[in-house]
């Protein structure tokens, strides 16, 4: 019979480096480290991941969360989706974005095959991301999209500091299952 997880512990499994507050002021200086949380996580995950055995990568973080496995084929499948949004949203006037069953993704059957399929999409695609982040303008990091399961409009600033927390987050969730497994 196992220990059972209190509200606290489990909210500090969920959320290891706690849960994503936007700034009121966006600082240069913020989103140049936020731009290289961007940029530096393939390298970091990679790092963390690359050697593990099947059985590593199928350690989970929390008692129903994902493995090691899904949580790095979420995050090739989630900034997929963002850098998408970005150019929606430099391209159109505040447009409003499709949003996609994370859950259900991570039970595709891609999501459950070699890790090494998500590092490598993942060392091109933040490659190619950061790429236009270091580019962006005053008048583009002010430029929105609408996510409508969330009914928020969101600039591309602060869409930034999301995925530079949602990398730290997600290294977080790997570096507890490995600790725990």
Known sequence: MGTAISEDQLYALRFPVGEFKVPKHISKEQLQE?????RNFSSEVRTLVEELSDAQLDL???PGGWTIRQVVHHCADSHMNSVARFKLALTENHPT??????????????SLGPVEMALDLLESLHCRWVYLLD????EELTKT????ANDVSTTLAETIGTYAW????????VRLALSVG
Request: hydrophobic share 30%; aromatic share 16%; charged share 25%.
């Open 34 to 38: 936020w731009i290289a949380d961007i």
């Open 97 to 110: 974005i499709r949003p996609y069953n994370e859950s259900a993704w991570a039970e595709l059957s891609d």
């Open 145 to 148: 999209f609408y996510h409508p």
């Open 60 to 62: 989970t973080y929390r």
């Open 166 to 173: 949602h990398c730290r987050h997600h290294l977080g969730h």
């Open 135 to 138: 580019r962006l303008t005053d």
